[in-house]
């Protein structure tokens, strides 16, 4: 757990730098804008890694705090459906980005619960229950500091078919292979 938890604080924490301590951030780009975006990266990657060994390992051993119904997985499911959409959603402007306002938040909010509704180790608590927390504290912060702009596509009509037809086509992959490929549970399986 200790390795998650880790892994969890880097990741976390160096996504809430804009939250808790912008004029540091600032700083660190007028610098540097590639030291920041470098060491940015390397601690985001450190952080993910020691996530998905902490839970790997943690699920050799699980501690058992709820178990939900069966169906439960269909509504995880459905809810999943938008994630992808709307995770890319800042790349390709257009009426769902704009509707969304902050979409990957959404996202994120959206990926943390649907996976809490069928999973209830203390394991997936500490794990979605922090990605949700830090979702809800960044969307608060967000009405409180200026947007940096995303490096995007241009705004055009068909954006949202674009995200529509990518992020479904993301989720299919995710549920049919990638899923069972990278975390070592299907699904549907």
């Known amino acids: 757990m200790l390795t998650l938890v880790l892994g969890l604080i880097l990741f976390l924490g160096i996504h809430s730098v804009a939250i808790v301590a912008m004029p540091l951030r600032n700083r660190a780009v007028a610098a540097s804008e590639v ?10 990657l450190l952080g993910l890694w020691l996530i998905a060994k902490g839970y790997a390992a943690y699920r050799l051993d699980p501690y058992i705090v709820y178990v939900t119904p069966v169906w439960m997985r269909h509504l995880s499911a459905l809810l999943l459906l938008p994630v992808f959409i709307l995770f890319l959603a800042p790349y390709f402007p257009g009426r769902i980005k704009r509707v969304t306002v902050h979409p990957q938040l959404i996202a994120v909010k959206l990926w943390a619960v649907s996976h809490l509704l069928v999973n209830g180790t203390l394991g997936d608590l500490v794990l979605f229950g922090s990605f949700l927390a830090w979702a809800v504290v960044d969307r608060i912060s967000m009405k409180r500091r200026q947007q940096r702009p995303l490096p995007a596509a241009p705004a055009s009509a068909y954006n949202d078919l674009i995200l529509v037809v990518a992020g479904l086509a993301l989720y299919g992959v995710t549920v049919v292979w990638a899923h069972k490929w990278l975390i070592g549970v299907a699904p549907f399986g």
């Open 35 to 44: 030291g920041w975006k470098l060491l940015y990266a390397v601690i985001s």
